[in-house]
């Protein structure tokens, strides 16, 4: 089992920034892959940004340019640098993780809030 804690939600204002934290224990796997999904209401939950184990990034076209993923493979925490912030850009944030041992298992965090408005 993997437990996943996140961090660092809260209220900001349009055009500021938020750093979300989550940091990962338990049975960590060697191959693994982590990431940022949020959920808007009334929304499907959409992936925002991946990071892999050799620390390639990708991105949804909505957040490119605004937000940066990084790892901290010591601390098995990953990072979600969100910046430019949007009214749109509020919703629930989920870190989930994915780790590999013949088959994938697929562990997620609880969730944090997000809300940009003035």
């Known amino acids: 089992q993997v437990q996943l804690v996140e961090s660092g939600g809260g209220l900001v204002q349009p055009g500021g920034s938020l750093r979300l934290s989550c940091a990962a224990s338990g049975s960590i796997f060697s191959t693994d892959i982590m990431a940022w999904y949020r959920q808007a209401p009334g929304k499907q939950r959409e992936l925002v940004a991946v990071?892999?184990?050799?620390?390639?990034?990708s991105y949804a076209d909505s957040v490119k340019g605004r937000f940066t993923i990084s790892r901290d493979n010591a601390k098995n925490t990953i990072y979600l640098q969100m910046n430019s912030l949007k009214p749109e850009d509020t919703a629930v944030y989920y870190c989930?993780?994915?780790?590999?041992?013949?088959?994938?298992?697929?562990?997620w965090g609880q969730g944090t809030q997000v809300t940009v408005s003035s």
């Open positions: 989930n993780y994915k780790g590999y041992d013949s088959t994938w298992s697929t562990y």
């Open positions: 990071i892999r184990s050799a620390r390639t990034t």
